[in-house]
């Protein structure tokens, strides 16, 4: 048997970047048991996260890199193939190509979680519930705080959508300033779920104006043009409490003007946006026409033409059936493998294995754009205290008989590992997904789930942290008793005291979520 020239490299390969910025690559010793390719993925990854290695940065050719870290092509390969599935590398090709480094950014997420929801049944409803429960939080933040250059960021996007010309320039235009104003508020964690959503909700904004007729639409833009100044208004007299009231009408108004009551029970359908942008941007190059090939499946596994482990034809028939190239349709299919949408494995005649996407790799690709942005523990525990709550609330007014007695089951044990902090956490981690399967939203239920899975992968950072925090017992005591109070508002279905009492408990884990030394760390290095 021959061994892999890897298989017993003693050493974690890392790059190290010299300050005049060219880099110098070399083996640090380190044991550990892992793949070779594994442990320069990671590296390479914590580098471009870490702003170590810049966006648009071209790595070096494919036998400088072998030779300097003492490494096969086979080993190089697949770790550039992995910080390609997790849009960190862009693999360029022919002469002059090479591994590119990529600042992650939400395009990626938004597809991917767009997917997801067309196949969980969500409807426009569920998505205009999203932004009630994130926006309004996220414009007071905003107002509280804004500065000059603050509003003259929002009064030229306002001038911009003023003078779009045409449904989808308006729609960009409104985004923009949707967008801007979660940006501006600060916390990075919700700019991340609102820009993920937002991009879906633009895409059935675009299709619902463009099945009006042009007066209807003016009278959309108008409403719109007209809620935003108002916001405006409040931003500038930094009033929170009346920003927050009128984005809270803006979203209500627009959204009933925007979308009858039918339409807005119908689940969204992202597969006609996917196939009108692709079929904008095809052209004859091989790049473009993978694209588009790309797209159509994709939009295929939306609507439920192709489900988990079906079988796409072999490459001779997808290649007649789309009249391409094969190396195009190998480019094609490479596309959704790296959105973890396909299985591909080299010699396999049968065709490629579809799958189906989940919250964990969801999670995973909006883990890592928010270690990109440098997201620290306080941010993401300031986000949940903005949005949990009134999800809790919701969850109160809807809960059923069932998942109030697996609440009770759950408090039960949290009672039981007050004095063990990693057992409580991860006790309390499970309770609130629990609570969050009660809400009957599935786009609130991903977002749970999303943040459920960041939280996992942070996990083990967090409680080695914490458990040497003086009071860490008497504050896991004070949450378990705030539980069960929310627990007893679920039973009688008390929305506001639910809302409050899941405050409170949030207010809890504050001192060290929020004011410790572990709260200032970067969720890259808890992760680490």
């Known amino acids: 048997m021959t061994e892999h020239p890897d298989a017993h490299t003693p050493a974690a390969v890392t790059p190290m970047l010299m300050n005049g910025g060219d880099a110098v690559w070399r083996a640090l010793p380190r044991r550990n048991t892992r793949k070779v390719s594994h442990l320069l993925a990671d590296d390479l990854r914590r580098q471009i996260l870490s702003g170590q290695l810049a966006a648009d940065q071209q790595l070096p050719p494919e036998a400088e890199l072998t030779a300097g870290l003492q490494i096969s092509r086979e080993t190089l390969r697949e770790a550039l193939r992995i910080l390609e599935s997790q849009q960190l590398v862009e693999i360029r090709r022919g002469r002059g190509g090479g591994a590119v480094v990529r600042r992650p950014g939400l395009d990626a997420v938004a597809r991917y979680v767009a997917l997801l929801l067309q196949l969980r049944k969500s409807t426009l409803a569920h998505l205009e519930e999203v932004r009630t429960v994130v926006e309004p939080p996220a414009a007071e933040l905003l107002a509280a705080q804004a500065g000059f250059e603050d ?19 308006f729609v960009t235009a409104m985004s923009a300033f ?8 600060g916390n990075r964690t919700l700019a991340v779920i609102a820009g993920v959503f937002r991009d ?15 007066s209807s639409a003016e009278q959309i833009a108008r409403r719109v043009v007209v809620s935003h100044s108002a916001f405006l208004d409040a931003a500038r007299r930094r ?59 994709r939009a295929r596994i ?64 909006a883990g890592i754009v928010l270690e990109a942005r440098g997201t620290t ?7 949940l205290r903005l949005i949990e709550p009134s999800i809790m609330g919701l969850v109160a007014s809807r ?21 063990d902090t990693g057992r409580f956490v991860t006790a309390y981690r499970e309770a609130e997904m629990v609570a969050f399967s009660a809400v009957k939203n599935p786009a609130l239920t991903v977002i749970a789930e999303i943040l459920h899975w960041v939280r996992v992968a942070i996990e083990p950072g967090v409680t080695a942290d914490v458990k040497g925090l003086p009071g860490v017992t008497r504050t896991n005591r004070r949450a378990q008793k705030l539980f069960a109070q929310f627990v007893d508002a679920a039973a009688e279905h008390d929305s506001p005291r639910a809302t409050a009492v899941w405050s409170e408990a949030l207010k809890a884990n504050a001192p060290w979520a929020e004011e410790s030394e572990v709260s200032r760390r970067l969720m890259l290095d808890l992760k680490g």
């Open 302 to 365: 939306a609507e439920g033409q192709l489900g988990e482990g079906d079988r796409l034809p072999s490459l001779a028939g997808l290649a007649t059936e789309f009249d391409i190239s094969r190396p195009t349709l190998r480019e094609a299919l490479r596309i959704l493998e790296m959105e973890f949408l396909l299985d591909l494995r080299t010699g396999d005649r049968s065709g490629a294995t579809i799958r189906t996407p989940t919250t964990r790799v969801a999670s995973q690709l």
């Open 377 to 383: 523990l306080a941010d993401f525990y300031r986000a």
């Open 200 to 214: 879906i909700y633009a895409g059935q904004v675009y299709s619902s104006i463009g099945r009006t007729d042009s």
């Open 178 to 185: 949707d967008q801007a104003v979660i940006d501006l508020s």
């Open 151 to 169: 509003i003259e960021t929002l009064v030229e996007l306002h001038d911009a959508e003023r003078a779009a010309d045409g449904p989808l320039a």
């Open 399 to 419: 809960i059923g008989a069932k998942q109030l007695n697996a609440l009770k089951a759950v408090n039960t044990e949290l009672a039981e590992y007050c004095d």
């Open 239 to 297: 009033d929170g409490s009346l920003a927050q009231n009128t984005w809270s009408d803006y979203l209500y108004t627009t959204n009933r003007m925007l979308f009858s009551r039918n339409i807005s029970r119908q689940p969204i359908d992202m597969a006609p946006l996917w196939r009108a942008q692709a079929g904008r941007d095809s052209g004859e190059s091989a790049p473009r026409r993978a694209s588009v090939v790309a797209t159509e499946i």
